[in-house]
């Protein structure tokens, strides 16, 4: 990374609500409408073997293909809810984390911090010790999860970085940002914690969805 000097630098916490409302923005209009079609399609495959069991009840099979369509229609809308559940699980462990976002021309990163704002390290291997030193602990009697110094064989966590073009795309809701990589994953920015200039150079450097 070169020392380009960013457009826009924010640091910004989003709340758990905030997480949970855009998947289910992004569901419904990503998701969503490929279940739509794919229950119509089922519905109709389903509707001519109705037709053929009322003309002749002793087909089996037409009962059989109904029921498997029934429970393909099920199934298809049970994974979309299970995984916003699996999600919002997920979330819980990851809700006070702090990000640091870096606007560039043609390229945004993302950096998540520790609920303190520090970097977060990863490949750190902690010598194991039967009891931790008074230095070592949070005064709980457990060991820091973020230590001060982090081991020598340790990596700090590198930014993600979005370079904006045709696979990006930027979908504005009434609180937040979303920068969508296409069949990837989506970022949020909060508005709130841009003012008015800022929310306007973001929608013209982000490409629009």
């Given at each position: 990374?070169n020392?380009?000097?960013?457009?826009?630098?924010r640091?910004?916490?989003?709340?758990?609500?905030?997480?949970?409302?855009?998947?289910?923005?992004?569901?419904?209009k990503?998701?969503?409408?490929?279940?739509?079609v794919?229950?119509?399609?089922?519905?109709?495959v389903a509707?001519?073997?109705?037709?053929?069991?009322?003309?002749d009840?002793?087909?089996?099979?037409g009962?059989?293909?109904?029921?498997?369509?029934?429970?393909?229609?099920?199934?298809?809308?049970y994974?979309?809810?299970?995984?916003?559940?699996?999600?919002?699980?997920a979330?819980?462990?990851?809700?006070?984390?702090?990000y640091?976002?870096?606007?560039?021309?043609?390229?945004?990163?993302?950096?998540?911090?520790?609920?303190?704002?520090?970097?977060?390290?990863?490949?750190?291997?902690?010598?194991?010790?039967?009891?931790?030193?008074e230095?070592?602990?949070d005064?709980s009697?457990f060991?820091?999860i973020?230590?001060?110094?982090?081991?020598?064989?340790?990596?700090?966590?590198e930014?993600?970085?979005?370079?904006?073009g045709?696979?990006?795309?930027?979908?504005?809701?009434?609180?937040?940002?979303m920068?969508?990589?296409?069949r990837?994953?989506?970022?949020?920015?909060?508005?709130?914690?841009?003012?008015?200039?800022?929310q306007?150079?973001?929608?013209?450097?982000v490409?629009?969805?």
């Open positions: 990374m020392n380009e000097k960013p457009l826009l630098e640091r910004y916490h989003i709340p758990l609500s905030m997480f949970q409302e855009a998947f289910r923005s992004f569901q419904k990503y998701v969503y409408p490929r279940n739509l794919l229950t119509v399609v089922l519905a109709a509707g001519v073997y109705v037709k053929a069991v009322v003309d009840p002793s087909q089996k099979l009962y059989l293909l109904i029921f498997a369509c029934a429970a393909m229609i099920l199934i298809t809308w994974n979309t809810l299970k995984v916003r559940r699996s999600l919002n699980e979330l819980r462990e990851v809700e006070n984390d702090i640091e976002m870096k606007l560039y021309p043609d390229r945004m990163t993302v950096l998540a911090k520790d609920p303190e704002g520090g970097d977060y390290v990863i490949g750190a291997q902690q010598p194991e010790q039967e009891a931790p030193s230095t070592e602990t005064g009697g060991r820091k973020f230590p001060e110094q982090p081991a020598e064989d340790a990596e700090l966590l930014p993600t970085e979005i370079k904006f045709k696979n990006v795309r930027l979908h504005e809701y009434g609180s937040f940002f920068v969508y990589l296409v990837q994953n989506f970022y949020l920015l909060p508005k709130q914690e841009f003012t008015a200039e800022e306007n150079l973001i929608r013209s450097t490409s629009r969805g």
